[in-house]
């Protein structure tokens, strides 16, 4: 029998070889948008704290005044259901404009549990081609068919829909509202519309949003408390029936302990600040512009921003230039993207001044040139 470490060892040569390979950096935050690696300072450009709220002294502040104990001890269903949760709930359901909403330990656990408690063996869930991964195991811990449509293609999900819907009991359409990794963006009502002709449900992932996506055309809206928040954990919004179901069904709900309450209380904090600082959303977004206006690109759809290189290799010597200029950004290989679509991926900050975008901007377009 070879040793444990030998087979793993051949397995992490192979990745090395194809650049695929990735291991942990310890990043300190410092000031505002900047990050210290190794000892040195960075500008980064690769946090999904978008509107700065984890640096924001009211939401600081808010998860350092919960007093009492850390953690919460136990599952929601058994004595981790902190006060705190239910504040946070019904705050993040008035946002969404829907009845209820349920708090998990992350988006990732959000996605995974809702998919797996909504949709069974005989369903068939409709996904675009791009979502991210933890829709992907929730539906495939569902049971579920899964059927996945070109990138926003709603053409080709048509016919998918045409072709196959009617050999299952119930269907779901899946896809993120704006796309992790390529920054664009679904068309809701135009999903809404084919799963209103199709008889199929709404669901969205709106884990980049700013706050602000309506969520009035889906049936099942997820959002998470990582990003925009500043914060931790994940969420869905929905009708009561629907909060009360997944709330009996969804396992990483029921065999998980709760988040501690100064979280939830962090989480709580930030959703206000989202509300009274608009600022902070029309800041972010006037940053992307700016940079894709310096770059020639496209205008941006969102505060991601992809410029595909191609190739494992390309991307890392891009990113090691950039980091050499003093900032940091993500290097995304497969497979977390499709094979030969290797890029580096922006994504901006409310708190990103004009200048350090300029100078990121002057710094991409030499290291690409
Ligand atoms: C980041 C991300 C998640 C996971 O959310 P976490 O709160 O970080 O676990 C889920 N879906 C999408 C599309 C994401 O980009």
């Known amino acids: 029998m070879p040793a444990l470490d030998d087979v793993l060892s051949e397995k992490i040569g192979k990745l090395k070889e194809s650049k695929r390979f990735r291991s942990l950096v310890t990043a300190t935050p410092a000031q505002g948008v900047r990050i210290k690696v190794e000892g040195k300072e960075y500008v980064s450009f690769a946090s999904n704290d978008y509107l700065g709220l984890a640096s924001h002294p009211d939401v600081v502040l808010a998860a350092a005044a919960v007093e009492g104990q850390h953690g919460a001890g136990a599952s929601r269903l058994v004595t981790g259901n902190h006060p705190a949760y239910g504040a946070l709930e019904a705050a993040l359901a008035e946002a969404k404009g829907k009845e209820a909403a349920l708090v998990f330990g992350s988006g990732y656990l959000a996605n995974l549990g809702v998919i797996q408690a909504l949709a069974g063996r005989g369903d068939a869930i409709f996904a675009d081609k791009l979502i991210h991964a933890c829709m992907l195991d929730g539906a495939r811990l569902s049971g579920a068919e899964l059927f996945r449509y070109p990138h926003n293609d709603y053409a080709a999900l048509e016919n998918l829909l045409h072709k196959h819907r009617g050999q299952f009991r119930h269907a779901w359409i899946v896809t993120e509202t704006i796309f992790s990794m390529d920054g664009d963006r679904a068309d809701i009502p135009r999903l809404r519309g084919l799963a209103d002709v199709h008889e199929a449900w709404a669901y969205a992932d709106d884990a980049h949003g700013l706050g602000d996506e309506d969520a009035s055309a889906l049936d099942v809206y997820i959002g998470t408390l990582s990003k925009s928040f500043g914060g931790y954990g994940g969420y869905v919004a929905g009708s009561r029936t629907l909060i009360d179901y997944i709330t009996t069904t969804a396992r990483p709900l029921i065999f998980a302990t709760g988040l501690p309450a100064n979280t939830m209380a962090g989480n709580l904090a930030a959703l206000k600040a989202m509300q009274e600082e608009p600022w902070r959303r029309q800041r972010v977004m006037e940053r992307a512009r700016q940079f894709c206006a310096e770059m020639g690109l496209a205008a941006p759809e969102s505060v991601i921003v992809p410029l595909v290189l191609g190739s494992e290799d390309a991307v890392l010597k891009a990113h090691a230039f950039l980091k050499e200029r003093g900032f940091w950004v993500s290097a995304i290989r497969p497979p977390t993207v499709p ?25 991409v377009r030499e290291c690409v040139a």
Request: charged letters at 25%; glycine letters at 4%.
């Open 339 to 363: 094979e030969g679509t290797a890029r580096l991926r922006f994504s901006f900050s409310a708190l990103h001044s004009e200048a350090e975008v300029s100078a990121l901007a002057k710094a």
